[in-house]
Every structure is written in C-alpha cells, then in structure tokens.
C-alpha cells in the first residue's frame, strides 16, 4: 500500500511518496520496511517513474527493478518518442513479470506506475498512469490512463478522494493549480499528507508511512529526494 500525490502544473509537475511496505501472510499484515523508494528519475531525463501497489514481482523489489541498467536504457531511450512509446515499452518490458506476480497474489490486488515530468513533442508536462491488476479468475487487466492537475493514488487515497472535486481550505485549491508557482504546490501535497495521516491514525491503520521522497521536475531536470 502507499500514499502517492502528484500535481501538474503550467511548467512544472510536483511528485510526494511515502516509502512504507507492507508484507501479508494468510494471518496477518507487518511492516517490512519504511525506507522505501517509491520514485524514480530516468536518467538524463526531466521525468519520473512513481510506484505504489506490489513492491516486489519476479523475486525483485521495485527499487531494485526500477534502477536496474538495462530498464533505465530501455527508458532513455524511449523518451526520445515520446510518453506514449515510454508507456508501451514499459508494458513490452514488463507485462509478463508482473502479469504472472499477480496471479499468485490475492484479487484486486495491483502493480502501478506514474510517467510525470515533460516529454518531446508536448507543450504541457504531464501525469498518465500504467496500471496492472488483478481482476480474478486468473486474469490480470492492464490499462493507461492520463491524469488531471491534481492526482491522488495508493492505498491513502481514501482519506483524500474529496479533494478531488473540492478546495482543501481557503488558501489550498486543485483549481489553483495553474495559476500558482511550484511553491504553492509543493506546500499543496504536504497539506494533503498530512490530512491523510490523521485520517489514518484516527481509523487506526497503516496504510501508508514512513520515509517521504519529493520530487520536483521542470524542463531543466529532476529534483528529488528524502522530505523531513
């Protein structure tokens, strides 16, 4: 499970992500770890690749699949053609690990990724999700799907989904967006954290937690790294 926030704006995208993982066996669901990275730069590139839903498949945690040589290659590479080629080269790549994990998971159970950040041949950055899930019967469906200003995803998303359509306070709207410098929408994500921590302590679960990782892209590159 996680808590992933992603905001788009006119020249930048905002990624937030909790670094929780959870491990369940037939009795029982334990903290494996809270330090794990759940967003990750391409190289060389003004982008990010987000996670939340099964941390492992094929033997392999998702920091370890995501920064693996050959998979930051085949992402750099891909870039150059644009989000749309990124996303089904991702799918090429992916798909038969994934697809077979999740077999053995229980169902609606899920592997997602953001594509946030700028790609060529687009004038605005962009949000757009690739999701794997298991919908029973042995069947696994994968979907695209690009995203709005403000994005909410992961387990924490329950405690936030009114967000969505409405403003957080007087000062904090999705509607503002735009209109407001990366600042603004760094200050947007942390709100909306915070809100669903409490939510979540008050329900008495564990979701979502641990270490956070924020990231920032423009054209000029990523800024990403733990947030205090």
Not at 72 to 79: N, S
Not at 163 to 187: N, R, T
């Amino acid at each position: 499970m996680s808590l992933l926030l992603g905001v788009r704006g006119k020249d930048f995208v905002v990624v937030l992500a909790d670094g929780i993982s959870l491990r369940t066996t037939d009795d029982k669901t334990v903290v494996e770890r809270l330090d794990l990275k759940k967003v990750f730069a391409v190289k060389g590139r003004p982008c990010v690749l987000a996670h939340h839903g099964q941390n492992e498949v094929g033997g392999l945690r998702i920091d370890s699949l995501l920064t693996n040589e050959n998979f930051q290659r085949v992402q750099t590479d891909a870039w150059v053609k644009g989000l749309n080629v990124a996303m089904a080269t991702t799918i090429n790549r992916l798909d038969s690990v994934v697809s077979q994990t999740l077999k053995s998971s229980p169902r609606g159970n899920l592997f997602g990724l953001w594509f946030a950040g700028f790609w060529p041949c687009t004038t605005n950055p962009e949000i757009a999700e690739l999701v794997w899930q298991h919908s029973g019967t042995n069947r696994v469906r994968t979907a695209m799907m690009p995203h709005n200003e403000l994005v909410i995803g992961g387990g924490g998303l329950k405690h936030l989904r009114e967000y969505l359509g409405k403003p957080i306070d007087k000062e904090f709207s999705a509607k503002k967006i735009a209109s407001s410098p990366v600042e603004y929408s760094m200050e947007l994500v942390k709100k909306l954290y915070a809100i669903a921590e409490e939510r979540q302590k008050q329900a008495g679960e564990e979701v979502f937690g641990g270490q956070r990782q924020m990231a920032v892209i423009t054209r000029d590159g990523v800024d990403l790294g733990p947030l205090n």
